[in-house]
């Protein structure tokens, strides 16, 4: 069965550091993996998806993310945050035929000046 | 505007009274799906619908039922809802190409609290 794990419940960042949110996937075959990012009483939207080809892909509001097979991990980064990026984040494994999406339990992310 | 919207957005209701979360998506998507968010367990699945008239269990189907009989609706149904069953719920729609990481479009979400 597919699952993620993401390590961290709770990051806090000052405005303007750099971030990485960690997420580790289990998963018999190549994955489809997913980040989305969840402001406070919104929906998902999301952030980058990875599907084969270059291991490291951008997304939308300047984050990124590397997929690396030999450690089951897709973690986000972003070089510098700014404090419109305080939200909850959860990385995603799809399947082969991504009718089942499998989240993790998220990351609180607070940003302090 | 493409969109998933949900109906309602908020609702508190009584353990057994029957309800209906509707959602409604108006990008001719082929897949749908309901999840459940709770606090420290993320979003967890609970149907999803392939086309119309399929539908299939995700990991949390038990006190739900769902339907598709138009490809833009899916409603989520609870017959007898309980107290666990307290969550926010989350509709979401994708176009869905076999062999292809579809990105889902989710609705607003749905917070139920059942006393």
């Known amino acids: 069965a597919q699952s993620v794990t993401q390590p961290d419940i709770h990051i806090t960042v000052s405005e303007g550091a750099s971030l990485e949110l960690r997420c580790n996937y289990s998963y018999g075959a190549t994955p489809y993996l997913f980040w989305y990012v969840q402001s406070p009483g919104q929906g998902l939207q999301l952030l980058l998806k990875?599907?084969?080809?270059?291991?490291l892909v951008q997304g939308i509001k300047g984050f990124e993310a590397e997929f690396k097979r030999s450690q089951s991990s897709f973690n986000l980064r972003k070089p510098s945050v700014h404090w419109s990026d305080a939200a909850e984040y959860f990385c995603?494994?799809?399947?082969?035929?991504?009718?089942?999406?499998?989240f993790g339990t998220g990351t609180r992310l607070t940003i302090i000046p | 505007e493409a969109q998933v919207t949900q109906n309602p957005r908020y609702l508190i209701t009584v353990t057994g009274k029957k309800l209906t979360v509707t959602c409604s998506q108006n990008m001719n998507h082929e897949y749908m799906s309901w999840y459940r968010q709770d606090p420290g367990l993320g979003l967890r699945q609970i149907y999803y619908?392939?086309?119309?008239?399929?539908?299939d269990k995700g990991d949390v189907p038990e006190g739900y039922k769902v339907s598709r009989k138009e490809k833009r609706n899916f409603p989520l149904i609870l017959e007898s809802p309980s107290p666990n069953q307290t969550s926010l719920y989350f509709c979401?729609?994708?176009?869905?190409?076999?062999?292809?990481?579809?990105?889902?479009?989710f609705g607003p979400g749905t917070r139920l609290t059942v006393l």
């Open positions: 990875y599907f084969s080809g270059d291991t």
């Open positions: 995603a494994v799809g399947n082969f035929g991504n009718e089942k999406l499998t």
């Open positions: 619908s392939m086309n119309v008239e399929v539908t």
């Open positions: 979401a729609s994708s176009p869905w190409t076999s062999g292809y990481a579809n990105e889902q479009f």
